[in-house]
């Protein structure tokens, strides 16, 4: 419906352009008329180019097209001009897009990204066959079943990917320290993201990892805060640890709802269109679940869009302190648009998210309170680290100086992660500086005899 009404809004002005051009107004607005009729012009001339193309490959192209498939194809080569997260879903994509949010599909467990042709693994989803088989961040798949990807579209390599529970796949992988591609075989399974998982910290902290944005997450968060506060006393509880390290992002009103449980009141993000009346704001509602405890936010470079919502709503609030690495900074805004039965749907960007403050997130990311850096093993050093947002190809640009590279890698044994114990250190730190405050304070106001 929405590609049809902007195209009918273009054929009115067009045909009001002659009214236009006759009203009484000064030769500069005609000349402002004047330009917009020939970029017009240009552009149904284009749109002509195109059906002559089409016609030309229908009739004399060495073997019969698929025109469905001409069409498919064209609308994909448009949307991949405009920048890395635009991207048109045919039923098919649309329907399994619908199932990866609600958080159960059939497949190996990784999010992916597309970057020079070839399927980049963002991260793989803890336990699952991808992260079984030694699937890692950074890697970049190449061929499926012995077909190269070169040449597919995101969707279609995705699509390739998932399959029936039991099935098996093979896929060929480029890791930059490895010598030759790697060969992966690896059977699909019944994925159920788990994106929010937890556990009590020396019985005084909340650790809770949020590991993705779907329609799970704000239940998931609401019964691990409970749970929490059920094994811990509220007069013993130092604080909560929230892991947001590693995590693509997801749902905008999932990162809502999760700020929203986090702080007591105000503005979570904001969200700037092309026109300034298009300006969005979502505020916290609900109240804070955790009362008050003390917060430390992990972030790194795999953090992106949702998590870096929460990571900048908590920070700007001063309501957590972050550590760890610049996140990822991809502060776009995808507007999903159902183009009608059987037609799939357009994830196309409309506009980019902004921080309370005002703190643009896109090609920049959010910058801790305290660095950490992680000693990173010899085999993943020449892996520990995620370009960023700013070196994607087609990029928005930045409201600012553009930031990438940041340090992705987290220790698979809590005692290792410096970033992890830097955040238990700082809760029991500020809770015991709060405790000899207090005490100050009351001694302070204590009567003293003479």
């Not at 070196?391 to 940041?406: P, V």
Request: aromatic content about 4%; some cysteine; glycine content about 10%.
């Amino acid at each position: 419906m929405r590609k049809n009404v902007g195209f009918f809004l273009g054929t009115v002005a067009g045909a009001c352009l002659t009214l236009l051009v006759t009203s009484p107004q000064g030769g500069a607005h005609l000349l402002g008329i004047a330009k917009a009729a020939a970029r017009s012009d240009n552009t149904y001339s284009q749109l002509n180019l195109f059906g002559e193309v089409f016609e030309r490959i229908r009739t004399d192209y060495v073997e019969k097209p698929d025109d469905g498939k001409l069409v498919e194809g064209a609308i994909n080569g448009m949307i991949s001009s405009l920048d890395p997260h635009s991207r048109y879903m045919n039923e098919k994509g649309w329907a399994e897009m619908q199932e990866t949010t609600h958080g159960e599909f059939g497949g190996l467990g990784i999010e992916v990204t597309m970057e020079d042709g070839f399927v980049k693994v963002v991260a793989p989803i803890d336990d699952t066959p991808a992260s079984r088989a030694g699937i890692m961040s950074g890697d970049v798949i190449t061929a499926i079943d012995d077909e190269t990807i070169q040449g597919m579209t995101l969707d279609q390599a995705v699509n390739k990917m998932k399959g029936a529970p039991n099935s098996s796949i093979r896929l060929k992988i480029i890791r930059k320290d490895a010598d030759k591609p790697i060969e992966v075989a690896i059977t699909r399974e019944v994925i159920r993201v788990r994106p929010v998982k937890y556990h009590t910290e020396g019985g005084d902290i909340g650790y809770i990892r949020i590991t993705s944005f779907n329609e799970q997450t704000a239940d998931g968060l609401r019964k691990a805060i409970t749970d929490i506060q059920k094994e811990i006393p509220q007069d013993k509880l130092d604080g909560y640890v929230i892991d947001l390290r590693n995590n693509p992002g997801g749902l905008l009103d999932q990162a809502v709802s999760v700020s929203s449980m986090l702080m007591q009141r105000g503005e979570v993000v904001s969200t700037r269109g092309r026109n300034p009346g298009e300006t969005q704001r979502f505020t916290a509602h609900g109240g804070d679940l955790t009362k008050g405890k003390p917060l430390v936010v992990l972030i790194n470079g795999g953090s992106a869009s949702a998590s870096e919502i929460v990571a900048g709503a908590l920070h700007d609030h001063k309501r957590a302190t972050l550590i760890g690495t610049r996140s990822f900074g991809k502060g776009s805004v995808q507007t999903i648009i159902p183009l009608g039965a059987g037609n799939g749907a357009l994830a196309l960007t409309t506009a980019r998210y902004f921080t309370p403050s005002g703190h643009s997130i896109q090609a920049q990311g959010i910058t801790p309170d305290i660095e950490v850096l992680q000693d990173v093993p010899d085999e993943f050093k020449t892996r520990s680290e995620i370009k960023g947002e700013a070196s994607m190809r087609g990029h928005l640009a930045a409201e600012g100086t553009e930031q990438s590279g940041s340090q992705s890698y987290v220790p698979p044994d809590e005692k290792n992660d410096k970033a992890l114990n830097a955040a238990l250190k700082q809760l029991r730190v500020t809770v015991n500086a709060d405790a000899k405050n207090a005490e100050t304070k009351t001694a302070q106001k204590r009567a003293v005899p003479n």
